[in-house]
């Protein structure tokens, strides 16, 4: 259940955005309980869930991921002796206030390891309104994308959601590392983590090493590119930032 990025590495990083169970660790009234200091279990049995938000109504959804499918399948970029396969397994839920969940979308691409991980699939969701904006992950290069066929073209997207469950394309981010490559290094995409705003979404990618900002008009631009950090020996140097999720200040920042 662990993102991952490999630009200039060959270490995998465990970057936390995984969930295994939601338990209370977020609350809206309608899922309030009285002992605040007391964790339950509101929902089980989701497939690779990452990440999660509010709706403006209170409801709450979390991405899928997937437990990927039969092929065909592709190199896992951390460990490239192992392949991620491809299925349509991917889901955006959300959690019933009673507990439990029920998906809204379905159907949507997604890579796992044979042990289940997933590797690739919805990774966030982000509202502007009522419909739900995805994030769809990939890692490596994008260009691996057309090799596996089906809805495969949407991994390293955001997806615009509708209440019947039906989604679209809104741009494909991991294209404009492809075209841009604002960081430098070997070309990697990882979209992970996305704030929808009006008129704009900004898009964390771990493996670009970028912030990306999605117009409403679907052209991408480079937002921010962060900075290398320091080594810690006796690991080579220098540590890649590899961003994971993004959110707007009070201040607008």
């Known amino acids: 259940m662990q993102p991952f990025a490999t630009r200039r590495t060959v270490m995998h990083r465990n970057m936390a955005r995984g969930y295994a169970v939601l338990a209370g660790l977020v609350l809206a009234p309608s899922l309030a309980f009285a002992d605040v200091g007391a964790a339950r279990t509101i929902a089980s049995g989701l497939a690779n869930p990452r990440g999660l938000n509010f709706a403006p109504n209170g409801d709450l959804y979390v991405a899928e991921s997937g437990s990927g499918g039969n092929g065909p399948c592709t190199f896992s970029p951390p460990a490239p002796q192992v392949n991620r396969c491809y299925g349509e397994t991917g889901a955006v839920s959300r959690i019933l206030p009673e507990g439990g969940f029920e998906r809204v979308i379905t159907g949507l691409p997604s890579l796992a390891l044979s042990a289940g991980n997933a590797e690739g699939g919805p990774v966030d969701v982000s509202f502007v309104g009522t419909a739900p904006y995805v994030t769809m992950s990939w890692g490596g290069n994008p260009d691996i994308r057309a090799t596996l066929g089906g809805l495969s073209g949407m991994f390293g997207s955001v997806l615009h959601g509708t209440p019947a469950g039906t989604f679209q394309v809104v741009t494909d981010v991991s294209q404009h590392e492809v075209e841009h490559n604002p960081a430098g290094g070997n070309i990697d995409s990882n979209p992970y983590g996305t704030v929808a ?18 117009l409403a008009n679907g052209r991408t631009r480079t937002l921010a590119v962060l900075p290398f950090l320091p080594n810690v020996p006796p690991i080579p140097g220098p540590r890649e930032p590899v961003p994971t999720s993004v959110t707007q200040g009070p201040d607008g920042a």
């Open 197 to 214: 705003l009006p008129g704009r979404r900004v898009v964390a990618d771990a493996g670009a090493n970028a912030l990306i900002e999605v």
